[in-house]
């Protein structure tokens, strides 16, 4: 009997080592004996970048968020386009993933390359997901561990990223749906949206809130009059569409719960903000997370590392790859 316990023992062992569950495959210390100081040097790359760059931050967050939501936590993202393949990041979606995003990761990886022991052993959506968590507290946000042991994907199509990722008019069901798609729940689509603390976007994507809302109003009436004047101001009609603007007029640069304090009073950049505000099932707890910045913390942090487990490659259908930008 004890016998056959064992042998029973052994055969489920050997069923979850050939089919790793991609949901438990991560862990703190993935990488604790091949690079133990992968963090460290994540970290001192990261700082340097933010150093010559604030714009590193913000670009760095959307990046991950990007990845995560089309074909997974897989640095994807990072794939840079051939004759033949138009990849992730070249669909019209990406137009504010800044260049200093792809940079952090470059980056930190040419940083854990020099290191003899981390040469080629830390996936790039590994360190995609680390420098994340770097970004966010830098900027002031909370500080959290990072499970590990993701593989880098094997696909990137610019075809891919259609339909997938939220759009700055989308209302809550839409933003519901697309979040419960990666199996992240309301409060975790608000935590998330809270990330709008920081960075920039462009005139183009909120012309329709200040000019021509509808057939019979032009302004947006969810928007704060007088932050829907300084909108005008700042993206006049004819302006250029790429001209930016800070997704918080009162923090931009400190990740903070004042984006749910902004909410309160209308400031909410997009519609895709605003409706959490105005939409009676996500009020309660945009009014919850403006006063307890704690508590908005620790959601952040749970939803964070949710979103770090979508779609997570391993070694059977993703691999380590030798330089973020191409397939090896
Ligand atoms: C909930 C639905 C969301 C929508 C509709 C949305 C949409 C957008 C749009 C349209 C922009 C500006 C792009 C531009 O004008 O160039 C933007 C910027 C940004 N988004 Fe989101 N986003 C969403 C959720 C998220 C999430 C979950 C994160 C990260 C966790 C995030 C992080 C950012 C950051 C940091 C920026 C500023 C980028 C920069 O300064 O380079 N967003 N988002
Ligand atoms: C325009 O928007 C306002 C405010 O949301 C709404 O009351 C009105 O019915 C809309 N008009 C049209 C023509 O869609
Ligand atoms: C940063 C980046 O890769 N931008 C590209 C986004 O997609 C547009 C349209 O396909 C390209 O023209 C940009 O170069």
Redesign the pocket.
Known sequence: MARFGMVLAVALCLTISLFPDTTTALSRNFYSKSCPNVEKIVRNAVQKKVKQTF?AV??T??L??HDCFVNGCDASVMIQSTPNNKAEKDHPDN??L?GD?FDVVIQAKKALDANPSCRNKVSCADILTLATRDVVVIAGGPTYEVELGRFDGLVSTAASVQGNL???S?NVDK?NALFRKNKLTQED?IA??A??T?????C??IFNRIYNFNRTISVDPTLNKLYAKELQLACPKNVDPRIALN?DPVTPKKFDNVYFKNLQQGKGL?T?DQVLFTDGRSRPTVNAWARDSLAFNRAFVTAMTK?GRVGVKTNLNGNIRRDCGAFN
Request: hydrophobic share 55%.
């Open positions: 714009v913000p670009a967050l959307r991950f968020f137009i504010s800044a995003g939220p759009g700055p989308d933003l689509m998330l949206s990330a709008h920081l960075g920039f976007a462009h183009g994507k997704m997009f895709s979103l």
